[in-house]
């Protein structure tokens, strides 16, 4: 029997000039796709609409698959988190982090395929104060980055990079180091960072923040260490080189759940590339295997490990 396929695609992530051939790929797939476009602003209804029909069983689809990039593929993961219905995604962003996490094919027409007779497996999510994220999230100097890079793209058209130099300029001078409290594994730290960075699973620093699991079911929580601006600024490349020590430059800590706390009623938070604003305490946990992926037939579904602190 032919899959049914429902396939939302953003238009901010050049979809809108794929979405004919995207719909005849799947045409010739023999899936039964029903293809739509949807832009930025429309996102949070589209994927409400989603959320509704996956979680009252009136779903009429077998699969759910969004192409765009992270922050599209995290808010679709939201609406189908702990639902039975399965999600496929097309990479069509920047970075396709969590897509190359899972080991799927950048190719459209290789991605689609997946969608259609690949395997399914269950990867954990994170979630911060209700909101989900695939990725990671973080607070400190990055959110700023994010939020001055589209700040930058809307007002003067810039390109990625471009905005992107502007912003962490911008960033680094208006930034500072920041008084919180992380309270995770029954322990409680007083920090004063410039950044914490919360991924959903461990991340590998030294291989430029590669996951080689999503299904451990715990948070690795990143804490940088007060330093020079220097320090900072070169930090990216001490870790790159796998140089970064614990006592110096960053503390890593393993947990199913943690708070950050701080004296400000509400901080900007960066959450799967998206610059939002939430309410404090920040309280994160990590919900293991509620999401259903589908993945490359070669890769098994593994046995949740238990979290342990780093």
């Known amino acids: 029997m032919a899959q049914k396929v429902l396939v939302l695609l953003n238009e901010s992530a050049g979809a809108a000039s794929k979405a004919a051939s995207i719909e005849a790929v799947f045409a010739d797939l023999g899936a039964e796709a029903t293809v739509r476009l949807f832009t930025k602003e429309a996102c949070g209804a589209a994927m409400a609409e989603v959320a509704c029909a996956a979680r009252d069983g009136s779903f009429p689809h077998d699969a759910l698959a969004v192409g765009g990039g992270d922050g599209t593929i995290g808010a679709a993961a939201a609406a189908v988190v702990g639902t039975p219905v399965p999600l496929g995604i097309l990479p069509m962003g920047t970075h396709n982090h969590f897509a190359r996490d899972l080991g799927l094919p950048l190719r459209l027409r290789d991605a689609a395929e997946i969608i259609c007779g690949g395997s399914e497996r269950r990867v954990d999510v994170g979630l911060l104060n209700g909101r989900v994220f695939v990725n990671n999230s973080s607070i400190g100097i990055y959110p700023f980055l994010v939020a001055g890079r589209m700040r930058e793209q809307r007002r003067r058209g810039l390109g990625r990079i471009a905005a992107t130099m502007i912003a962490v300029a911008r960033a680094l001078r208006r930034s500072h180091w920041r008084r919180c409290t992380v309270v995770a594994n029954g322990e409680t730290r007083k920090v004063r960072t410039a950044c914490i960075f919360v991924g959903n699973n461990h991340y590998d620093l030294a291989r430029l923040g590669s996951r080689a699991r999503l299904d451990e079911g715990a948070l690795s929580i990143y804490i940088v260490k007060r330093q020079s601006w220097l320090g900072l600024i070169l930090l990216p490349i001490v870790v790159g080189f796998g140089r970064a ?60 490990s238990e979290p342990e602190q780093a």
Not at 256 to 282: F, M, N, Q, W, Y
Not at 283 to 289: A, H, Q, T, V
């Open 245 to 304: 020590r614990p006592e110096r430059d960053i503390e890593h800590v393993r947990a199913p759940k943690a708070v950050v706390a701080s004296r400000k009623r509400h901080l900007r938070v960066a959450l799967d590339g998206e610059a939002v604003i939430l309410s404090t305490p920040l309280r994160y946990e990590s919900l293991p295997g509620r999401l259903i992926v589908r993945c490359p037939p070669e890769i098994a579904p593994a046995a949740p």
